[in-house]
Structure formats: C-alpha cells, structure tokens
Nanobody
Framework: QVQLVESGGGLVQAGGSLRLSCAVS??????YGWFRQAPGKEREFAAR????????YYADSVKGRFTISREKAKNTVFLQMNSLKPEDTAVYYC????????????WGQGTQVTVSS
C-alpha cells in the first residue's frame, strides 16, 4: 500500500539549513506537498510540487528560503530549508494527493525540526 516516510529532521541553529526527504512507495501522485505543525498551532501548508516538478507553490512564510523538489526515478520528495528561523520549529509532514487540487490522500508520520535562537 501507499507509504510515506520522512527523514532529515533535527536540531539546528537559527540561520542554518536542513534538507528533508520523503520516500513515497505504492503509487505515483499528481501533487506532492509539505506541511508543518508547531506546538499549539494548526497544521499549515508550506510547499507543493506537481508530478514532473514543473509547477511549485510556496506559503509566504517560507518563500525565498525553502525549495521543494522531486526525484521521479526514486519517487522521493525533498524540502531544502535555508535561513531557518525559530518560528520554523515544527513537525514537518509529507503528503500526496491523486488529484491536482483538493484534499491530500496520504500522509507520513512527520519529522521534527527544531531551530534554536
């Protein structure tokens, strides 16, 4: 069945960088996305990419600092995070959806990113 496994989270100082990975198995999807949820806050959208990587979209909060990409041959999605801020601290989730718009169908367990000041 479909499974998403995130990796690459950890502890980093403000201004540093991390690269998250999401290994997807069991299918190919129209949209691949990254979301995050900080303590005491709702889950929020961070970035998405379409199947062939030709279209990307970012939340204003991460625009210019984060880059989403996908390696089609390995069905793996990446999130390169630069210039990290303490407010980026959250659990980051990878998600996919069958359609080009609407609800996401499958989610990973998440990986913790902690940015110290």
């Amino acid at each position: 069945q479909v499974q998403l496994v995130e990796s690459g989270g950890g502890l980093v100082q403000a201004g540093g960088s991390l690269r998250l990975s999401c290994a997807v198995s069991g299918g190919t999807f129209s949209t691949y996305g990254w979301f995050r949820q900080a303590p005491g806050k709702e889950r929020e959208f961070a970035a998405r990419i379409n199947w062939d990587g030709s279209i990307t979209y970012y939340a204003d909060s991460v625009k210019g600092r984060f880059t989403i990409s996908r390696e089609k041959a390995k069905n793996t999605v990446f999130l390169q995070m630069n210039s990290l801020k303490p407010e980026d601290t959250a659990v980051y989730y990878c998600a996919v959806r069958r359609l080009i718009a609407g609800e996401y169908d499958y989610w990973g367990q998440g990986t913790q990113v902690t940015v110290s000041s």
